[in-house]
């Protein structure tokens, strides 16, 4: 620590983006002033880029803090965080940096403050490397919705690589405190669902494909269930860009819900696209936890603020949820543990995440 600012460094570990959203987020949350150096060192292009800046400009915005180094390209930057207040706020990349990025960083924040939110944010909405928006809306929000609170999230305008121009509404009221959660019961595949869409200058034809080779796909492993893989169009005014792509949920008896996606690009035939996918559902199905790959990283800050025990059972720890736990032990009083999954078939790769939350309350409540 330099005075009383928390030093991070942002080249560890998963080395990206990521780091600094889980430490500005919670420096935000605990009044702590932070330094953040060698920001995505671990990239091929290091330091700030569009929508790493948006998301630190918010979190400053959200509680009038001080940023320092805030610019496009810079490794260190410093952050003074004031006091959380709600009202309505508006990040923009300009750029198809990914919006659930944004919402990523602010959520946490939003919910601690002194009144309710309504942000407004400004990309891409489906974007590669990122949460696409329809996995925010379908499989992230019900189930951190489990620590007791609600978001609602409007999908005003869908904006693709590489010019973005989506926008995402999210409202939401601050809380008390967050409950732990408890999800370590599968349950068995009760449905499958899901969206192919085309957008701008894409026919139908090709949403029709993905959705068919999905299927295709998903049937040769789950026989007996339904599956409905809608083929989508998006409107014209709801859309702005040329994008194509395809989320698949798997629901659960006991509430889970997994998910694989993809997105199109040019030259990348729209089967491949499709069975993409599928197979990232299916092997997200097969280790037997009860969170996806993308859901596990998301779900730690929530984890570590909440009061109490929370408890998930996941597949193999992706390297986003080691580097999520590390800087939120780091910066808060929360304990976590991972301890591989006993009760079950010794070939599952199966692993219990345990955290005992912080207990954070809400001063302004």
């Known amino acids: 620590m330099d005075g009383d600012r928390v030093e991070i460094d942002g080249g560890i570990m998963e080395g990206g983006g990521q780091i600094l959203r889980v430490s500005t987020a919670l420096s935000c949350l605990l009044g702590l002033p932070l330094r953040v150096r060698r920001i995505r060192a671990g990239r091929s292009q290091p330091g700030l880029r569009p929508q790493h800046l948006s998301g630190l400009e918010i979190v400053r915005d959200l509680c009038d803090g001080k940023l320092n180094g805030g610019e496009i390209g810079s490794t260190e930057i410093t952050f003074t965080p004031g006091k959380i207040k709600g009202g309505t706020h508006i990040a923009d990349t300009k750029t198809a940096g990914s919006v ?4 990523q960083v602010a959520m946490p924040c939003v919910l601690f403050a002194a009144s309710p939110s309504e942000l407004h944010l400004k990309g891409g909405t489906n974007a590669e490397m ?3 928006i329809d996995y925010t809306v379908m499989v992230f929000k019900p189930i951190v919705e489990k620590f007791n609170f609600t978001f609602n999230c409007d999908i005003k305008r869908r904006g693709y690589y590489p010019q973005g ?9 601050p809380v008390k405190e ?10 068995t595949v009760t449905k499958i669902y899901g969206r192919a869409f085309v957008a701008g200058a894409l026919p139908i034809k090709l949403a029709k494909d993905m959705s068919a080779a999905a299927v295709r796909c998903i049937r040769r492993e789950i026989r007996d269930l339904y599956i409905n893989i809608q083929p989508v169009r998006e409107p014209d005014d709801q859309a702005v860009g040329t994008g194509s792509g395809i989320i698949i949920v798997a629901e659960t008896s006991t509430g889970c819900l997994l998910a694989g996606s993809s997105l199109g690009k040019r030259g990348k035939n729209s089967d491949k696209v499709g069975i993409e996918a599928a197979e990232r559902l299916l092997q997200n199905l097969k280790h037997g936890g009860t969170v996806d790959d993308s859901l596990q990283d998301q779900l730690i800050i929530f984890m570590a603020l909440a009061k109490g025990v929370s408890r998930v059972k996941s597949g193999p720890i992706t390297l986003h949820t080691q580097t999520a736990i590390h800087f939120a032990e780091q910066l808060t ?3 976590f543990t991972v301890t591989k999954s006993e009760e079950e078939d010794p070939s599952n790769d199966t692993y219990i995440i345990e955290c005992q939350g912080m207990g954070m ?5």
């Open 100 to 103: 659930c990025l944004l919402m």
């Open 130 to 132: 990122a949460p696409q």
């Open 165 to 173: 121009g989506g926008e995402v509404v999210v409202q939401m009221s």
């Open 178 to 187: 967050l409950s732990p959660i408890n999800l370590t019961e599968r349950g």
């Open 333 to 335: 009083k929360a304990k």
């Open 361 to 365: 309350i809400n001063p302004n409540l």
